[in-house]
């Protein structure tokens, strides 16, 4: 079955519509700078200025000790600040904080000029309230992976067991770093600027696996050989990066490939049908397309 479009994949094409360009921690952006002017960052929107009286137990609120020119910007999990990061080309900082510390406090525990000058201009900084739910999200059966930024818990999807923790991510939502402590400012503006590196790094990775899937479907002749190697790349859950959504549309093509071999079957009702499908189930088999053709069978069975 096809997968029906939905808002959450039209975030995605948002997400991964752009190339590795330029180091994001030396430059802000247009779209970065659009979010500082509406409801989910900047004047009007910041984690600071959301916050309710009461609530969550506090430490004592905002610390006088940090001036502004210290307190890193925080934004909230959202669509469009996540589009604003893929725009820009921003690395992102997904901070879930102790869920018994008020998010005014919990937003100060990392701190300092130089980190506040990289939330304020070409990074984004996320602070996520932790969600113990660990139901599992809607299995649709694809084995291709989708931007974790688009899941409604964070805290499952990126399965966060410990809390503070910080995982630092591309603008497509692929992890790079990860700290269950609070980091220093010197070592998270380190990792910050590596993540141009990480990504060419994962992307020629991807890129030596792709080869080898390539070389068995277009060279061998082989799918069983070709849906072993891509599904390595898949089974990293990258996305954005070019080797994996080329793994992703050659995957996506033999796997329609296939499906319309299925119908020409069916329609047709060769003699051999039911062999032509049982030689297929080899092929595909550990795909999206096994129980398919199993109920093909069924019905060339009667």
Not at 201 to 227: I, V
Not at 252 to 258: P, S
Request: aromatic fraction near 6%; include cysteine; charged fraction near 35%.
């Amino acid at each position: 079955m096809r997968r029906t479009i939905t808002f959450s994949a039209i975030v995605l094409g948002l997400l991964v519509a752009f190339s590795l360009a330029g180091n994001p921690v030396h430059a802000g952006g247009g779209a970065r700078a659009a979010l500082n002017k509406n409801k989910y960052g900047g004047r009007n929107g910041r984690i600071e200025q959301s916050q309710k009286k009461g609530g969550k137990k506090s430490q004592g609120g905002s610390s006088e000790s940090l001036s502004k020119e210290e307190r890193i910007v925080w934004f909230k999990p959202d669509a469009e600040v996540f589009e604003a990061a893929a725009k820009d080309k921003s690395p992102i900082v997904l901070y879930f904080p102790d869920p018994d510390v008020d998010l005014m406090d919990a937003g100060e525990e990392l701190n300092g000029e130089d980190v506040h000058k990289v939330s304020d201009d070409s990074a984004l900084f996320v602070m996520v309230e932790y969600n113990a739910d660990r139901t599992p999200s809607f299995d649709d059966g694809s084995k291709i992976p989708t931007s974790k930024l688009l899941s409604p818990n964070l805290s499952r999807d990126y399965d966060v067991r410990k809390t503070p923790s910080y995982i630092i991510c591309d603008w497509f939502g692929n992890e790079y770093h990860r700290y269950t402590k609070t980091p220093s400012e010197k070592d998270i503006l380190k990792k910050l600027e590596s993540v141009k590196d990480e990504m060419e790094k994962l992307d020629k990775k991807l890129g030596e696996t792709l080869q080898a899937a390539k070389k068995a479907l277009e060279e061998d002749k082989d799918l069983r050989d070709f849906f072993k190697e891509a599904q390595k790349n898949l089974r990293t859950g990258t996305v954005g990066l070019k080797s994996a959504e080329d793994t992703i549309s050659m995957y996506r093509k033999a796997l329609d490939d296939g499906r319309e071999k299925i119908n020409k079957i069916l329609d047709d009702r060769p003699e051999d049908g039911q062999d032509q499908l049982k030689e297929m189930s080899k092929d595909y088999r550990d795909t999206e397309l096994e129980q398919e053709i199993k109920d093909a069978l069924d019905i060339l069975k009667g």
